[in-house]
């Protein structure tokens, strides 16, 4: 079967780092993507990546190596509005996108 | 101006009541998705649809059924409702991209509770 895993939660301080993992086992592959959800809200996108390697868009950053089936979302500078869930999702060889049960992101002062 | 809308925000009903949740995108997308997510967050596609083909989740009841009039439109008709239906269901749009990238939109979702 096709599986996507993620931490349930993590917590980490204001101003800190903190890395969110993703481990995906896929049938064929055609891309992984992060989303963040905030509490009520809907998912919005965040980044995406089809090769390996690391991809920066500001204060996030995401790395794929597709020979480990792994990924992970960077995120620096933490700010209290960081709080959310990270949503990470495998687009499959069919191209259907199989979604992770999200990381819920907790930051504290 | 909102790229993917949907209505109602919040929808309270009997079991066994039919309801209809609408979607909207004024993006020019040509793909439209509806996922439902349970009380555990956990996000799950039930229908896909453009012009050409409609891919359904198999473990999607026949009680909920999609409807597009056009591509700008994909509403979701829910028949017999029942309470483990209680969730919140999001609509998805997402463009045809030279890339493959295919990045989805969200509407701002509608939570249904069945009592």
């Known amino acids: 079967g096709q599986n996507i895993d993620q931490p349930t939660e993590m917590t980490a301080t204001e101003g800190a780092i903190v890395q969110i993992n993703c481990t995906y086992q896929t049938s064929g592959f055609n891309g992984l993507f992060w989303y963040q959800q905030h509490a009520g809200e809907a998912p919005t996108f965040l980044s995406y990546n089809v090769l390996d390697g690391l991809e920066e868009k500001g204060r996030f950053s995401s790395f794929l190596s597709r020979s480990k089936g792994y990924s992970y979302l960077l995120l620096k500078e933490l700010q209290m509005k960081d709080s959310a869930s990270y949503l990470c999702a495998v687009r499959d060889g069919n191209y259907q996108l199989i979604w992770g049960a999200g990381t819920k992101l907790i930051i504290k002062p | 101006d909102t790229a993917v809308s949907q209505t109602p925000k919040y929808l309270v009903t009997q079991m066994g009541n039919d309801k209809s949740i609408k979607c909207e995108q004024n993006l020019g997308h040509d793909t439209m998705y509806w996922y439902k997510q349970d009380s555990k967050k956990f996000l799950k596609i039930m229908f896909s649809?453009?012009?050409?083909?409609?891919?359904i989740n198999e473990t999607v009841p026949n009680r909920f059924s999609p409807k597009s009039p056009d591509k700008a439109h994909l509403n979701l008709h829910i028949n017999s409702l029942e309470l483990g239906d209680s969730a919140v269901y999001f609509c998805a749009s997402s463009p045809t991209t030279g890339d493959g990238r295919k990045t989805q939109y969200f509407g701002p979702g509608t939570r249904l509770l069945v009592l």
């Open positions: 649809y453009n012009n050409k083909e409609l891919i």
